[in-house]
T-cell receptor
Framework: GAVVSQHPSRVICKSGTSVKIECRSL??????MFWYRQFPKKSLMLMAT?????????EQGVEKDKFLINHASLTLSTLTVTSAHPEDSSFYIC?????????????FGPGTRLTVL | AQSVTQPDIHITVSEGASLELRCNYS??????LFWYVQSPGQGLQLLLK??????LVQGIKGFEAEFKRSQSSFNLRKPSVHWSDAAEYFC??????????????FGKGTRLSVIA
């Protein structure tokens, strides 16, 4: 139980295009989802926290107009990287917390590797 | 402020040798502690977690961790390392209570290399 999927697992796009990454909780309802970014050989950096049906809360330094987050349902959150540039290339990981799950445990997706050419 | 410190950026051990990865945390409330492992290009896999009870917790793949409140530590151990254990290891802390929006705080990670 408590499985989180991400799609796509890997995406390559041209500079200036937008890319959407989906994060789904497959067997539980995710009231809160978190989006992280990970640079090579670095730790996870929290980008934003999203709650179903409300606006995401962004961490300091993260451009909300650049990284659009939507949490439209209890099982799906999306991260859209708008007008992507090479410096946006990174590994993006989502995690989810759900109704009835004990404590503060988060369940992580497998990540999405974004490469912007 | 909440923080997690993993003092060792990179550790190299011989296959079959014992392993200890250090983690120290600073947290204002009752902590909920985790160890995750990440293989190159992969997501995070939960090794073990602790929030109450026996301070020595067993996880998957033969790992264990010991919570020491007096030292604010949650070190990860394995008695005999296998080559497949080579990966990045992250310690994380969160609030014990299910407090909705509280994210986990991660350490910077320790990269484990295993040599023959």
């Amino acid at each position: 139980g408590a499985v989180v999927s991400q799609h796509p697992s890997r995406v390559i796009c041209k500079s200036g295009t937008s890319v959407k990454i989906e994060c789904r909780s497959l067997d539980f309802q995710a009231t809160t989802m978190f989006w992280y970014r990970q640079f090579p050989k670095k730790s996870l950096m929290l980008m934003a926290t999203s709650n179903e049906g409300s606006k995401a809360t962004y961490e300091q330094g993260v451009e909300k107009d650049k990284f659009l987050i939507n949490h439209a349902s209890l099982t799906l959150s999306t991260l859209t990287v708008t007008s992507a540039h090479p410096e946006d290339s990174s590994f993006y990981i989502c995690s989810a917390k759900g109704i009835g799950l004990a404590g503060n445990e988060q369940f992580f997706g497998p990540g999405t590797r974004l490469t912007v050419l | 402020a909440q923080s997690v410190t993993q003092p060792d950026i990179h550790i190299t051990v011989s296959e079959g040798a014992s392993l200890e990865l250090r983690c120290n945390y600073s947290y204002g409330a009752t902590p909920y502690l985790f160890w995750y492992v990440q293989s190159p290009g992969q997501g995070l896999q939960l090794l073990l977690k602790y929030f109450s009870g026996d301070t020595l917790v067993q996880g998957i793949k033969g790992f264990e961790a010991e919570f020491k409140r007096s030292q604010s530590s949650f070190n990860l151990r394995k008695p005999s390392v296998h080559w497949s254990d080579a990966a990045e290891y992250f310690c994380a802390v969160g609030a014990f209570l299910n407090s909705g929006n509280t994210p986990l705080v991660f350490g910077k990670g320790t990269r484990l290399s295993v040599i023959a």
